[in-house]
């Protein structure tokens, strides 16, 4: 192999569309094109294909994460053309050049808009920049770096022009279909034919076409002006790279995935219900391996990006979304969701709680029925529980705010034991103020604390009181109506009625 494929991604560096030319000895020999520019008729979506979700993410975020632990991100190359500045912007972090191909004319015709990126340019110095392009399908997440790794160095030691990913699938239909031609156990690609070209005979072929291919750099752009439109859809298919190879005798493979599962593609809205499936699966897969419990694992939605340490429970019907990180020994019940959330060790959740972007520390309790928006930050061993909403505040070390409450835009020290029923005011109609309670206070059951306002360490707030200054440390404070009794009231006008009546 021309040089060693990296295992991780180096860190990431401006992108741009432009591709400059850097000088050779500091270029890397294989780069990867990954073709992500169609619309994606068949989904029937006014969005590109490529930025609807699977497994929490974007289809080709999956691709981009796979292709750069196989070469550093800066050697990536996402062909972009419909919705192109969607894509950069969902996928721009990653550190991916982007190429743009205006004009959507076929997976061959995005080749060639990758011209000079790949090959460089003719009248330039730069010479050519790669020796090796491997191709990847940005509506094709399942692949593995494994794969592609095996694929490359398949193409590299049979000295091949094109090399492609083929896989036998029961139902091939919709797939370019790999014909073979020679002798030999596996003899070499004479052409690749697309389901609309294909005869009835070449249409029974279950070896299909990836999508995948590794090409030999100088190979594919010294021929790909050979592509020509004359064909079902009226596009420059890259497939007919095999034909056009075969035809200039120079070699075409094919090597075969051992996992035809890896190559499925997303074309339409079942076959992307499919790979989601699968994905999910096979992350809770890796869970379970990883010494987590989850069980009915099938009706768990666990996000491909999702950490959960060992020991953890996970019970049916969880959610646990984008970047959330869950420790050791939790239980996580029933029906909870969990987005982008980070909770400690020994973390219980009860059933029903909704957790958004928020931190839980060890120990602490949540649920049932909690809502923590974003920005909440509960310490250890503190509960919120029954219908509790929280919003953009931090509840100390072993505070308990347990029922019908809504803490938002607070800061709650420790040991602090907020009343059913409490209300922080944190909105006068234009902006948002803050509460601050600090360490031992009791908030009495039903208050409004009307902020912005201070509740002093120990201080204790008389249930249904309504706060609206602050309150001293040791301090009680009362602010609701003083009760008066009226003796003998009820009687006498039972009585009055009873008269009334006759
Ligand atoms: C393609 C192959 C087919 C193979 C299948 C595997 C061709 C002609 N056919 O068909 O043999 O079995 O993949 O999944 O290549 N794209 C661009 N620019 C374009 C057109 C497409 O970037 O002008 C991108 C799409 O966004 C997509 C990828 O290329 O990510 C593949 O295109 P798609 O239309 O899905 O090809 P298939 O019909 O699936
Ligand atoms: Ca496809």
Same mark, same amino acid.
């Given at each position: 192999?021309?040089?060693?494929?990296?295992?991780?991604?180096?860190?990431?560096?401006?992108?741009?569309?432009?591709?400059?030319?850097?000088?050779?000895?500091?270029?890397?020999?294989? +780069?990867? !094109? =990954?073709?992500? $520019?169609? @619309?994606?008729?068949?989904?029937?979506?006014?969005?590109?294909? %490529?930025? #609807? *979700?699977?497994?929490?993410?974007?289809?080709? +975020?999956? !691709? =981009?994460?796979? $292709?750069? @632990?196989?070469?550093?991100?800066?050697?990536?190359?996402?062909? %972009?053309? #419909? *919705?192109?500045?969607?894509?950069?912007?969902?996928?721009?972090?990653?550190?991916?050049?982007?190429?743009?191909?205006?004009?959507?004319?076929?997976?061959?015709?995005?080749?060639?808009?990758?011209?000079?990126?790949?090959?460089?340019?003719?009248?330039?110095?730069?010479?050519?920049?790669?020796?090796?392009?491997?191709?990847?399908?940005?509506?094709?997440?399942?692949?593995?770096?494994?794969?592609?790794?095996?694929?490359?160095?398949?193409?590299?030691?049979?000295?091949?022009?094109?090399?492609?990913?083929?896989?036998?699938?029961?139902?091939?239909?919709?797939?370019?279909?790999?014909?073979?031609?020679?002798?030999?156990?596996?003899?070499?690609?004479?052409?690749?034919?697309?389901?609309?070209?294909?005869?009835?005979?070449?249409?029974?072929?279950?070896?299909?076409?990836?999508?995948?291919?590794?090409?030999?750099?100088?190979?594919?752009?010294?021929?790909?002006?050979?592509?020509?439109?004359?064909?079902?859809?009226?596009?420059?298919?890259?497939?007919?790279?095999?034909?056009?190879?075969?035809?200039?005798?120079?070699?075409?493979?094919?090597?075969?995935?051992?996992?035809?599962?890896?190559?499925?593609?997303?074309?339409?809205?079942?076959?992307?219900?499919?790979?989601?499936?699968?994905?999910?699966?096979?992350?809770?897969?890796?869970?379970?391996?990883?010494?987590?419990?989850?069980?009915?694992?099938?009706?768990?939605?666990?996000?491909?990006?999702?950490?959960?340490?060992?020991?953890?429970?996970?019970?049916?019907?969880?959610?646990?979304?984008?970047?959330?990180?869950?420790?050791?020994?939790?239980?996580?019940?029933?029906?909870?969701?969990?987005?982008?959330?980070?909770?400690?060790?020994?973390?219980?959740?009860?059933?029903?709680?909704?957790?958004?972007?928020?931190?839980?520390?060890?120990?602490?309790?949540?649920?049932?029925?909690?809502?923590?928006?974003?920005?909440?930050?509960?310490?250890?061993?503190?509960?919120?529980?029954?219908?509790?909403?929280?919003?953009?505040?931090?509840?100390?070390?072993?505070?308990?705010?347990?029922?019908?409450?809504?803490?938002?835009?607070?800061?709650?020290?420790?040991?602090?034991?907020?009343?059913?029923?409490?209300?922080?005011?944190?909105?006068?109609?234009?902006?948002?103020?803050?509460?601050?309670?600090?360490?031992?206070?009791?908030?009495?059951?039903?208050?409004?604390?009307?902020?912005?306002?201070?509740?002093?360490?120990?201080?204790?707030?008389?249930?249904?009181?309504?706060?609206?200054?602050?309150?001293?440390?040791?301090?009680?404070?009362?602010?609701?109506?003083?009760?008066?009794?009226?003796?003998?009231?009820?009687?006498?006008?039972?009585?009055?009625?009873?008269?009334?009546?006759?």
């Amino acid at each position: 192999m021309a040089k060693t494929l990296k295992t991780k991604a180096k860190s990431s560096r401006p992108n741009d569309v432009a591709c400059h030319s850097r000088p050779r000895a500091a270029r890397n020999a294989i +780069a990867v !094109v =990954i073709m992500a $520019a169609g @619309k994606g008729t068949r989904l029937k979506s006014k969005h590109t294909k %490529v930025l #609807h *979700e699977i497994g929490g993410k974007p289809i080709l +975020a999956h !691709v =981009i994460a796979t $292709a750069t @632990k196989v070469v550093p991100a800066q050697d990536v190359f996402v062909i %972009v053309g #419909h *919705e192109a500045e969607r894509v950069r912007e969902a996928v721009g972090a990653t550190g991916v050049n982007f190429v743009l191909q205006a004009e959507q004319r076929g997976t061959g015709h995005a080749l060639m808009a990758a011209r000079e990126a790949i090959f460089g340019n003719k009248d330039a110095l730069s010479g050519n920049r790669y020796d090796q392009v491997i191709v990847l399908s940005g509506d094709a997440p399942l692949i593995t770096a494994e794969t592609i790794r095996q694929l490359s160095e398949f193409h590299s030691a049979q000295k091949a022009a094109m090399t492609l990913l083929s896989a036998d699938l029961d139902n091939p239909y919709g797939y370019g279909r790999v014909i073979r031609r020679g002798t030999g156990t596996r003899p070499p690609v004479q052409a690749i034919v697309e389901e609309k070209s294909a005869t009835a005979q070449q249409k029974k072929i279950r070896e299909i076409n990836s999508g995948f291919y590794v090409f030999d750099v100088p190979a594919l752009y010294e021929h790909i002006d050979r592509l020509s439109t004359k064909n079902a859809h009226g596009e420059y298919y890259l497939t007919d790279m095999a034909g056009v190879f075969h035809r200039a005798r120079k070699k075409v493979v094919a090597f075969k995935a051992f996992d035809a599962g890896e190559v499925l593609g997303s074309n339409t809205r079942g076959e992307m219900m499919m790979l989601d499936v699968r994905l999910r699966l096979a992350k809770c897969r890796e869970l379970l391996q990883a010494g987590v419990t989850i069980f009915y694992p099938h009706t768990c939605v666990i996000d491909s990006d999702v950490e959960v340490d060992a020991d953890t429970v996970i019970e049916p019907f969880v959610q646990l979304l984008g970047s959330t990180k869950i420790g050791a020994d939790c239980r996580i019940r029933s029906y909870s969701v969990i987005e982008n959330s980070i909770l400690g060790d020994r973390v219980t959740v009860k059933p029903g709680t909704i957790v958004e972007d928020s931190r839980v520390a060890a120990g602490a309790v949540l649920g049932p029925y909690s809502h923590l928006r974003p920005g909440s930050d509960i310490g250890e061993g503190a509960h919120v529980g029954n219908f509790v909403e929280t919003k953009k505040m931090k509840l100390g070390k072993g505070s308990k705010a347990n029922h019908l409450t809504y803490l938002g835009d607070a800061e709650i020290g420790e040991g602090v034991n907020v009343g059913a029923g409490t209300i922080t005011c944190n909105y006068d109609g234009v902006s948002k103020h803050k509460t601050v309670i600090a360490d031992g206070a009791f908030i009495g059951s039903n208050s409004t604390l009307v902020a912005p306002v201070k509740i002093g360490r120990g201080a204790y707030v008389g249930a249904a009181s309504c706060i609206t200054e602050d309150v001293p440390e040791d301090a009680l404070a009362l602010g609701r109506a003083r009760q008066s009794v009226k003796e003998g009231w009820a009687r006498a006008r039972r009585e009055a009625q009873k008269e009334k009546r006759g």
